[in-house]
C-alpha cells in the first residue's frame, strides 16, 4: 500500500510543523467534529501529484523523563519499524544535543534508511548550521525552515525516489466500475469473519488482484450482479496467515484502507456499543470525507435489552454522522448481509453523483428563499449561486459576499438542505465558500 515516512526527534525541534507543511492539502478538508477523536499523528502526502505517502509523526523519541523506554518511545520505535523512510529532525539553531544522539544511536540499530533534517534555518548562517552536525555522520542532510515553508520543496525531491512505488496504483487502476469496499474497524469486532463468510459462500468470483504487494491483498466479488473490490482488510490478510496471534491495531493501516477505497464500512460490536477505539476509527473516515456505513455485527445472541441499549448508545455517540446508515448484522450467520450492500451502494451512489451548476444553484436559492441568512451588524450574506466542485464527497462551491458572516448552524443548515434536497446518504458533503464574482 501506501509508503510509510516517520518523523523522528527529539520534543520542540519542529517535527509537527514539518508534518503540517507536508500534509497541508489534507488538514483543511473536514472541520472538526465534536465526539470524533483524531488521530493527529498519521496524515498524507499528496503534494507530489502520483506520489502519494503517509506520515506518521511520532510525538518525540526521546520523551525526556522517560527516555527511550518510555510509552512514547515505544510507539516511536513502532512507527521506524513501520516506516520505509525515517527523517530525523534536529534544531538547527541550538545545535546537536544528547538527546539527538541518543536518537541517532537507535536510528543506527534500527537498520532504517533516514535522513537528517536540519529544521529553524531561518535568519542563520544555513552551512554553519548544517556543519554542526557533521560529525553525525549522516549521508543525507537536508537544511528547511518549516514554519515559512522553505527547504519543503527540495525535502520532497529527496523523499519520492526513496520510497518503494505504491502497490495501490494496481488497486485503484483497473476496474473503475467496481466499488472499493473496505471493512474496518478494532480488533475483534468481526472483520475477518465476515470477509471470510462473502468471500466463502457467495460462490463469487474471488481473485487477489495482480500487481499488489504481499501485504495489500485486494480482492475482487460479484455480489448481486455487481462488481466489488475488498480492500486490505485485517481479514483479507490474515486468510494467509491462518496462526497469526490477535492483530494489533494499526491506525496506518487502517488509514491505507480507508484511502483506497470509495465506501468505508465500519464494523461495531452490538455488544460493546461505540468505544473509543471504534470514535477513532470513525474520525478517520471522516477525516478522509469518505462515504461510510456503519455495521452493527454479532446482532446475533443480543437479547432485546442489549439491542435497545446499543441502538440508544449509537443514537447518542455518532450523532456526528448521522447521515450514515445503520445496518445491524451477523457476520456469523450470515444474516443482513444484503442490507449492508445495498447501504454500500447507496452510499457510493451519493458520493459519486454527478451534479449540474443549475440544480445546485437552484437549490441554493430555495434555501435561500425559504430561510435567509441572518442580518449581522446591518449586512447578510449574500449568496449568488453554486456549483459543483467535485464528489467523493460531494462538494459545492458557493460563491457571494460577505460569507464570512454565515454562522456555523447556517452552514448546518445549508447541508442538511442540500442532503435532504438530492436525496444524500451515507456520505460527508462540504461546501467550500468563495468570495466575490
Ligand atoms: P515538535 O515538538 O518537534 O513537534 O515541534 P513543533 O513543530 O511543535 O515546533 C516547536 C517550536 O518550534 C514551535 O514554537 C514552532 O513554531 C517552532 N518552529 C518550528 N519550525 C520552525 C522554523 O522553521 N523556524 C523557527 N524559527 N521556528 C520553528
Ligand atoms: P476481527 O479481528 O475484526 O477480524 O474479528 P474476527 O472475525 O476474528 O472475530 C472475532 C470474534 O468474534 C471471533 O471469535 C468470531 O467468531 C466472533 N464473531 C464474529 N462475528 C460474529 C457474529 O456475527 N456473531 C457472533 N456471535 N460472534 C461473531
Redesign the pocket.
Known amino acids: 500500500m501506501l509508503p510509510l515516512v516517520a518523523l523522528v526527534?527529539r520534543?520542540?525541534?519542529?517535527?509537527?510543523?514539518i508534518f503540517n507543511a507536508l500534509t497541508r492539502s489534507r488538514d483543511a478538508l473536514v472541520h472538526d467534529e465534536p465526539g470524533v477523536t483524531r488521530d493527529r499523528h498519521y496524515g498524507f502526502c499528496r503534494l507530489v501529484e502520483d506520489r502519494p505517502f503517509g506520515l506518521c509523526d511520532t510525538g518525540?523519541l526521546s520523551g525526556e523523563e522517560e527516555g527511550l523506554a518510555g510509552a512514547t518511545a515505544r510507539q516511536a520505535r513502532a512507527a521506524v519499524e513501520e516506516a520505509d523512510l525515517v527523517l530525523f529532525?534536529v534544531d538547527g539553531r541550538e545545535g546537536p544535543s544528547g538527546l539527538d544522539q541518543n536518537i541517532l544511536a537507535f536510528l543506527r540499530k534500527s537498520g532504517t534508511r533516514f535522513f537528517l533534517v536540519v529544521?529553524?534555518t531561518?535568519g542563520i548562517d544555513v552551512q554553519a548550521a548544517v556543519a554542526e552536525f557533521a560529525r553525525f555522520g549522516v549521508e543525507r542532510v537536508i537544511p528547511v525552515?518549516?514554519?515559512?515553508q522553505r527547504g519543503i520543496p527540495e525535502l520532497l525531491e529527496e523523499i519520492i525516489p526513496e520510497l518503494p512505488e505504491d502497490g495501490d496504483a494496481a488497486v485503484l487502476s483497473e476496474d473503475p466500475g467496481r466499488i472499493r469496499v473496505a471493512f474496518i474497524g478494532r480488533p475483534n469486532v468481526g472483520k475477518s469473519t465476515l470477509v471470510n463468510r462473502l468471500l466463502g459462500e457467495e460462490r463469487m468470483i474471488a481473485s487477489d488482484v495482480p500487481g499488489t504487494t504481499r501485504d495489500s491483498i485486494a480482492v475482487d466479488l460479484t455480489r448481486d450482479g455487481r462488481d466489488y473490490r475488498l480492500i486490505d482488510t485485517a481479514g483479507l490478510r490474515r486468510r494467509a496467515k491462518v496462526e497469526e496471534a490477535v492483530e494489533k491495531f494499526s491506525a496506518f493501516k487502517t488509514l491505507q484502507a480507508i484511502e483506497t477505497c470509495q465506501v468505508a464500512v465500519v464494523l461495531l460490536d452490538a455488544g460493546e456499543g461505540v468505544t473509543e477505539q471504534d470514535a477513532t476509527v470513525l474520525g478517520l473516515v471522516l477525516n478522509a470525507g469518505r462515504a461510510l456505513v456503519v455495521a452493527v455485527n454479532k446482532w446475533d445472541g443480543q437479547d432485546k435489552y442489549t439491542r435497545d441499549q446499543a441502538m440508544s448508545m449509537l443514537e447518542r455517540k455518532l450523532s456526528f454522522c448521522e447521515w450514515a446508515e445503520r445496518i445491524t448484522i451477523s457476520a456469523k450467520h450470515g444474516t443482513g448481509m444484503r442490507e449492508l450492500f445495498k447501504a454500500i451502494h447507496r452510499a457510493h451512489a451519493s458520493a459519486t453523483h454527478q451534479f449540474s451548476t443549475a440544480e445546485t444553484t437552484k437549490a441554493l436559492s430555495i434555501a435561500i428563499e425559504s430561510f435567509p441568512p441572518p442580518v449581522v451588524r446591518g449586512h447578510a450574506a449574500k449568496m449568488k449561486f453554486a456549483h459543483p466542485g467535485g464528489a467523493n464527497p460531494p462538494t459545492f462551491i458557493v460563491h457571494g459576499n460577505r460569507l464570512k458572516s454565515l454562522s456555523e448552524s447556517y452552514r448546518r443548515y445549508l447541508e442538511n438542505f442540500f442532503r435532504k434536497r438530492f436525496k444524500l446518504v451515507g456520505t460527508p458533503i462540504k461546501f467550500v465558500f468563495k468570495e466575490g464574482e
Do not use: L, Q
Open positions: 526527534g520534543p520542540n525541534v519542529g517535527k509537527s510543523t518525540g529532525v529544521n529553524k531561518d525552515a518549516a514554519a515559512h
